[in-house]
């Protein structure tokens, strides 16, 4: 593993910065990651639920995948990583930007300046209607009147989607989120086979190509999915130093050349990045 100094010469002289984020980070704050033993919801596998052809066929049991996801999400609290990360972005300024693969809203919820941070695959709680492609975002779970009411079987508090033991419920799609223009709504996250924000990556590339970035710091992720994975292999090419933790000693993540972090990023970025953010550290 890289010395902890070598990283510490690297911030020198406020370099800039692109950070790319992917399930590891939340993945101590209890949300499930997608690749490793916790990505199953009711022995799905999350991956085979997060596609137009899934939602086509059964748009409830879509929902309320989504809706579990949701669930969990705001039970989650957002961890030391989300929080070092904000603070870079408030000390760096336009020299930081953070492109996360989560859709959760951990980052926003650890202060994360918006300005700074792009959803690359979404936000759990973005709705989009099918039809009109109206995008809103609300925290209020649009299933809440089709799995709040109380039954013999389990008082409204209790969530069936939490317990893999019971039955989930049947949704008739008319009680499904609608939008005014009729068109049913759905997740507004990016789903497998989805074309990213054209206009978001448009924008991305412009403030990577604006000035040299410095360094490329790849956060808890397997980085087998693109575009998100090619980042850090542009990067590598324009001499860039890319930086990556994660937990995995194995992750594919890491080339030679790079500086490799191997552990829980809640423990290593407030340790790395603590020369700017002034982060008191346990390591
Ligand atoms: N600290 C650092 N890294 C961690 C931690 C941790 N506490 N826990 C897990 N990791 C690492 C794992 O070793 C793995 O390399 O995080 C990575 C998680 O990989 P994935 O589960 O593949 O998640 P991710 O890379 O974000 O997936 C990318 O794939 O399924 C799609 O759209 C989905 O955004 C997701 C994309």
Redesign the pocket.
């Given at each position: 593993m890289s010395d902890i100094a070598a990283f510490h010469t690297l911030l020198r002289g406020s370099p800039r910065i692109l950070a790319v984020?992917?399930?590891?980070?939340s993945?101590?704050s209890g949300l499930?990651?997608?690749?490793?033993a916790g990505?199953l919801w009711r022995n799905y596998e999350?991956?085979s639920l997060?596609t137009p052809g899934a939602f086509a066929r059964d748009p409830a049991l879509v929902w309320l995948f989504y809706a579990w996801r949701r669930h969990v999400c705001l039970q989650a609290q957002p961890n030391a990583?989300h929080r070092a990360l904000a603070a870079l972005a408030k000390a760096q300024g336009s020299d930081f930007l953070c492109l996360t693969?989560?859709?959760d809203n951990l980052h926003e919820r650890a202060g994360h300046p918006a300005d700074t941070l792009r959803h690359?695959?979404g936000r759990l709680f973005d709705v989009k209607c099918s039809t009109c492609r109206k995008t809103k975002y609300n925290t209020d779970d649009p299933l809440v009147p089709a799995l709040a009411p109380a039954s013999e079987d389990y008082p409204a508090c209790e969530n069936p989607l939490l317990d893999p033991g019971r039955p989930v419920p049947k949704i008739p799609t008319s009680e499904l989120p609608h939008c005014s223009c009729g068109g049913i709504q759905r997740p507004g996250?990016?789903w497998?086979g989805e074309n990213l924000d054209g206009r978001m990556l448009r924008e991305v590339d412009a403030w990577i190509d604006a000035k040299p970035v410095d360094i490329v710091l790849v956060?808890?992720?397997?980085?087998?999915?693109y575009p998100?994975?090619a980042y850090a292999e542009r990067a590598r090419t324009r001499h860039t130093k890319v930086v990556t933790?994660?937990?995995?000693p194995e992750?594919?993540?890491a080339e030679p050349g790079d500086l490799v972090y191997i552990?829980?990023?809640?423990?290593?970025l407030p340790a790395l990045l603590a020369p700017i953010t002034g982060a008191t550290s346990s390591l």
């Open positions: 984020v992917g399930a590891g980070l993945a101590s499930p990651t997608f690749r490793g990505g999350s991956t997060a990583g693969q989560n859709v690359l695959h996250v990016v497998f956060i808890g992720t397997s980085s087998v999915v998100a994975a933790v994660n937990l995995d992750t594919e993540a552990g829980d990023a809640t423990q290593l």
